[in-house]
């Protein structure tokens, strides 16, 4: 078909199926063009493949549902993944690395039950695998207001860029900086709207999930919004907050501002340490520099309110946290990083059977301006049972 013939830079088409069906499961949005009462209409709207076809769904009352009920309804799919911004010597040849896909054809309104039900599906575990087993599926009423159309990909342009940038014979000793500047689109940790802990099928990783774990004093759960109050009263006294790599907050604003960053770090998994006698956020703890391929985790940002010092909520949130890194996850190895002036953490990390494996010096500025030395603790999985007996004692 002519109108699936690039006129221009040929050389990015490409008849790649594999490279087409990848760029329409990784974009979210599509664009459906199509002509309205003589008038052109662009309208964004999520998609979804299932083999060589694209289903796309909106409101009966709807344009394009509405003219498809009183006309051929002839769209024109596009979606386009950027991978990264290239940057020439000269301001002309700049460009971009990137995926394209541009679908003709005439849509058809599903009608197929089975059909229906295999689409929808499939959107839900286009946003999370898994998700359509974990959730409610569409009502009667809901099926009624919805449109569902399926697009077959028999006309279809897929054009791509990689590489580097592309410089003229007399640019190249200019003294201007070339290069890429690559771009990707990442997922961050999943933020319940009750304080539930996240389906596992959202984490990265089962490293990145941020499991509930209890025991008999403190519960492990989620850092959420909803603890900014808790937390924020737990943290009351000055003390809590000399060594730890945020300034003590003034306001429930400001706590909630914290937990916020903490959610939104993609390389930490945060908890909040619940208090089971009252049921109220008394402090938190973390995993950072998550390390599934080398099966490794660091544990700390974390603290506790005042009141709960040498009550064994220490002892007891740090069994539960090794024991899910080395008994569940697999890990080989497990660090700790703390202030060299932080005397009490570092007795604490080494009642838990930790070694000082070194000292990182200049490591960190401090809220106050001063250079913090770190010291550096491991434990092993070889050392892990005989630090799990103490720990249960």
């Known amino acids: 078909m002519t109108r699936t013939l690039p006129l221009r830079k040929s050389i990015r088409f490409t008849e790649d199926?594999?490279?087409?069906?990848?760029?329409?499961?990784?974009?979210?949005?599509?664009?459906?063009?199509l002509v309205v009462d003589g008038e052109p209409r662009v309208?964004?709207?999520?998609?979804?493949?299932?083999?060589?076809?694209?289903?796309?769904?909106?409101?009966?009352?709807g344009r394009f549902a509405l003219h498809g009920r009183d006309a051929e309804l002839r769209l024109c799919l596009s979606v386009t993944v950027v991978d990264g911004l290239v940057l020439a010597k000269s301001q002309f040849n700049h460009s971009?690395?990137?995926?394209?896909?541009?679908?003709?054809?005439?849509?058809?309104?599903?009608?197929?039950?089975?059909?229906?039900?295999?689409a929808f599906a499939a959107?839900?575990?286009?946003?999370?695998?898994?998700?359509?087993?974990?959730?409610r599926p569409p009502s009667p009423k809901e099926l009624a207001q919805t449109v569902l159309l399926a697009l077959d990909l028999d006309e279809v342009t897929v054009k791509a860029r990689a590489g580097g940038p592309v410089n003229e014979p007399e640019d190249v000793d200019l003294p201007y900086w070339s290069g890429v500047v690559p771009l990707v689109t990442t997922r961050l940790a999943a933020v319940s709207e009750t304080g539930e802990e996240p389906p596992a099928y959202l984490a990265a990783t089962p490293w990145?999930?941020?499991?509930?774990?209890?025991?008999?004093?403190?519960r492990l759960e989620a850092l959420h919004p909803g603890h900014a109050?808790?937390?924020f009263e737990a943290g009351a006294d000055p003390e809590?907050?000399?060594?730890?790599?945020?300034?003590?907050?003034?306001?429930?604003e400001e706590m909630a501002a914290i937990i916020d960053g903490a959610i939104a770090d993609q390389e930490?998994?945060?908890?909040?340490?619940?208090?089971?006698?009252?049921?109220?956020?008394?402090?938190?703890?973390?995993?950072?520099?998550?390390?599934p391929r080398n099966r490794a985790v660091a544990i700390g940002y974390t603290w506790l309110g005042k009141p709960w010092w040498r009550r064994g909520f220490n002892a007891e949130s740090k069994l539960l946290m090794l024991s899910r890194a080395f008994d569940e996850l697999g890990a080989l190895k497990v660090t700790w990083h703390t202030d060299n002036r932080n005397t009490r953490s570092q007795q604490a990390i080494e009642r838990l059977g930790a070694k000082l494996e070194g000292v990182i010096r200049h490591h960190r500025v401090r809220p106050d301006g001063t250079l913090r030395d770190t010291y550096w603790y491991g434990m092993t999985a070889d050392e892990w049972p005989e630090a799990r007996t103490r720990l249960e004692g």
């Open 208 to 218: 990145h999930h941020p499991a509930t774990m209890t025991g008999t004093r403190l």
């Open 268 to 291: 930490r998994v945060a908890w909040a340490q619940i208090d089971l006698a009252t049921g109220r956020a008394v402090g938190t703890t973390s995993y950072y520099q998550v390390d």
């Open 96 to 118: 971009a690395n990137y995926r394209s896909v541009i679908a003709h054809g005439i849509a058809r309104v599903v009608t197929d039950p089975a059909e229906r039900d295999l």
């Open 240 to 252: 809590v907050w000399p060594w730890l790599s945020t300034p003590q907050p003034n306001t429930v």
């Open 229 to 231: 109050a808790d937390l």
């Open 123 to 135: 959107f839900m575990d286009k946003v999370a695998v898994g998700r359509s087993t974990d959730s």
């Open 43 to 61: 309208l964004p709207m999520f998609h979804v493949r299932v083999g060589e076809r694209v289903y796309v769904h909106g409101s009966t009352g």
């Open 17 to 33: 199926r594999e490279l087409l069906h990848r760029t329409l499961d990784e974009a979210h949005v599509a664009h459906l063009g």
